[in-house]
């Protein structure tokens, strides 16, 4: 194996435009032709397979191009171009919140070939779609989670709260006066309003819309108190004062707003961040599943694709396997409880 094929993970298959001098050799031996018409045949086809490349990778994407898994997914899949020797393309396939992505992998063959850029949904899924056309661990061998991504609770600068306890206050005070501006049904920013609705103990009504876009100018023109957000989404805002933050969903308050409260510092235990992660089907052979692995962390690792991560404001993980898998049975279960109290249903 030449220097270029080192660091390509075994089993994987090839493309090829003709067949090889030995195979077309032997084809022709077969139909007794001869020899010498065989390796006159193969000195022919021989220059077609100078073109012979690594067969590519697909990294499916249930989000629409443009978005935070979708910008994800490219930045990984360049660095893993450059690092197996392989094209790695992206291939956005959108539909029933990440679902449609999620089924065409889990019935692709464990080859390495077709594999998968998730989201918190492959998580809240679970148990917002009472008849999933596959299971989301059994059918899946998680790879690396790339990212977290916490969320933070803004609200509109005429709110009358200006800290989480004075707003869970305000709200018992007036029970579903108080509205969230929810960008996706099912999505975790929805659910981190629930989760927060549930531990607080406050009614606040949700009102949907279709994306994020159109949520936060409803929130920006005062027409919707509040609203989980990406902080990507919501910095901008909260510079100029648009907006004013009233809690960071991660455990610990954020270096990039360090006088915004974790919520878990009004309402311990409380956390809900957005996470992103490589899949692939189930019984990938473990060589080739090694490989995966090594490679998908250390692109995450490399400063280019940390740096992409941390521009939408993302943290990178790259944990191992093992980890990835263990985290995502606990997030099934937690979501579980959530999606039961918010009542949410699919889109």
């Known amino acids: 194996m030449n220097q270029r094929q080192t660091d390509v993970p075994q089993g994987w298959g090839q493309t090829c435009l003709g067949r090889t001098v030995q195979h077309v050799g032997a084809w022709v031996w077969a139909l007794g032709l001869g020899v010498g018409l065989g390796v006159g045949l193969g000195l ?11 067969a590519p990778v697909r990294i499916l994407v249930g989000a629409p191009a443009g978005g ?12 893993l171009t450059q690092q197996w020797q392989r094209v790695v393309l992206v291939e956005n396939r959108t539909g029933a919140g990440g679902n449609v992505a999620a089924e065409a992998v889990a019935r692709a ?30 059918d899946f061998t998680p790879i690396t989670m790339v990212s977290t991504s916490p969320s933070i609770l803004v609200a509109h600068p005429s709110l009358a709260a200006n800290t989480l306890p004075e707003l869970i206050a305000l709200a018992k005070a007036q029970p579903g006066k108080l509205n969230f501006a929810i960008g996706a049904l099912g999505s975790s920013l929805h659910l981190a309003g629930d989760a927060f609705k549930l531990k607080a103990g406050v009614q606040i009504v949700n009102v949907p819309y279709r994306g994020t876009a159109p949520a936060i100018q409803d929130v920006l023109a005062g027409q919707v108190e509040l609203m989980f957000a990406n902080i990507g989404n919501a910095q901008q805002y909260l510079a100029v004062g648009k907006l004013k933050a009233l809690g960071v969903t991660s455990p610990k308050r954020l270096p990039a707003f360090p006088q915004v409260p974790s919520m878990a510092e009004t309402l311990p235990g409380f956390e809900s961040s957005a996470w992103f992660g490589l899949f692939g089907p189930a019984k990938i052979p473990p060589d080739l599943m090694a490989r995966l692995e090594s490679g998908a962390r250390a692109a995450i690792l490399t400063p280019e694709v940390k740096q992409r991560i941390e521009a939408e404001g993302a943290s990178a993980v790259a944990n191992s396997s093992a980890e990835f898998a263990q985290f995502l049975e606990k997030d099934i279960a937690r979501w579980r409880e959530v999606v039961k109290f918010s009542g949410a249903k699919p889109e």
């Open 109 to 138: 063959a464990p080859d390495g070939l077709t594999l998968l850029m998730s989201f918190t949904s492959h998580a809240i899924n679970a148990s917002l779609y009472p008849h999933l056309p596959f299971d989301p661990i059994k």
């Open 44 to 54: 022919v086809v021989t220059p077609l397979c100078a073109q012979n490349t690594p």
């Open 68 to 79: 935070t898994t979708d910008t994800m997914a490219r930045s990984l899949a360049q660095a």
